[in-house]
């Protein structure tokens, strides 16, 4: 099996790559950069691609993620009340926006 072949991963692993890394697109990282902390990422919680076999699962550790969101959280909370307060009126009309043109 080539290098960087996602054949043995799972579904849900590959669902997880596909969501962190566009994560950190949002968030302005390149889509290479994105897609390789994303599969790191992956490969840190579930112990990499599955192989078959009974008793060969492993608990996930989601501390990857865990520290993402403090690192969020930290950005946050650096910034002063006004751009936060900012950030929130922004989204709240977005998100007023998107639902009137949503149909229901």
């Known amino acids: 099996m080539p290098r960087g072949d996602k054949s ?3 579904d849900k692993q590959k ?3 596909e969501h962190i890394e566009e994560g950190y697109e949002k968030r302005g990282v390149g889509r290479q950069e994105a897609e390789r902390r994303a599969w790191a990422t992956v490969n840190k919680e579930t112990g ?12 996930m550790d989601t501390s990857p993620s865990k520290k993402g969101g403090k690192a969020g959280g930290r950005a946050s909370a650096s910034r002063s009340a006004e751009e936060r307060s900012a950030s ?5 009309a977005t998100r007023r926006r998107n639902a ?3 149909p229901h």
């Open 15 to 17: 669902r997880q790559a």
């Open 100 to 102: 009137a043109k949503k």
């Open 48 to 59: 990499g691609g599955k192989k078959s076999g009974s008793g060969r699962g492993k608990a």
């Open 8 to 10: 043995s991963y799972t």
């Open 88 to 92: 929130a009126k922004k989204a709240a």
